[in-house]
């Protein structure tokens, strides 16, 4: 199958979205943690998490702009200033991905899916209890995406909170043994299996 530009404008809206939301491949499923300023706790999935920089440590996050459309995470964590990413596992996949769904604003994802909040002092944004890998970041900037009106969020991260860490042969997380999974387009989730871990690449 080969599709030029005008036959992928030319395809159903639905399956234009899922075609193009899966073929990046399968990126990391986050659940991400805002507090508003009412002090209620709220939770939305998130696969658009990517690394920014280890020093200062900086991870960057697309969220579509706000537009006509309430968008609380933007809003929760501009107004706060901060907000955790959380890992999603397996025995509860279900539950991170069914806080895509567009509750009111006066209603709390954590309560809706049954998931737990739980607070590091001083730091107003919630965890997730049920995560194995947490961090809480500081909001500092952003960056707005002209040509289709998305927005790319940079924080800082502040804490890292991981329940029973794995460690590859590099140092770096285990994402397989830590049962991290994956989200490819809007509503498949993929186990992770680390398969390699290979030595600097040299000339």
């Known amino acids: 199958m080969i599709l030029n530009a005008q036959a992928l404008a ?4 639905a399956e234009q979205i899922q075609l193009i939301n899966s073929i990046t491949g399968i990126k ?3 659940l991400v943690g805002t507090v508003n300023p009412q002090g209620q706790a709220n ?4 696969s658009s998490v990517f690394h ?4 200062p440590p900086l991870i960057g996050m697309v969220l579509r702009s706000k537009g006509d ?5 933007y809003d929760n964590l501009v107004s706060s200033g901060c907000y955790t990413l959380n890992h999603v596992h397996p025995d509860w996949a279900d539950k991170a991905h069914q806080t895509s769904a567009k509750y009111p604003q006066d209603v709390s994802e954590f309560d809706a899916t049954g998931l737990t909040p739980v607070f590091l002092e ?5 965890f997730v209890a049920q995560s194995q890998v947490k ?3 500081r909001f500092v900037d952003e960056m707005p995406v002209k040509h289709n009106g998305t927005v790319i969020l940079i924080g800082q991260v502040e804490h890292i909170w991981i329940e029973q860490p794995h460690y590859a042969p ?4 285990d994402l397989s043994a830590l049962n991290s999974v994956g989200i490819s387009g809007l509503n498949n989730y993929y186990r992770l299996e680390r398969f390699a871990t290979y030595r600097e690449a040299q000339p």
């Open 43 to 46: 939770l939305a999935v998130f």
């Open 28 to 30: 990391p499923a986050n």
């Open 170 to 173: 590099d140092g770096g997380l």
């Open 122 to 126: 001083g730091f107003a944004a919630p």
């Open 52 to 55: 920014m920089g280890s020093s």
């Open 69 to 73: 459309v309430p968008r609380h995470s």
């Open 135 to 137: 961090y809480g970041l």
């Open 10 to 13: 030319d395809l159903p809206k």
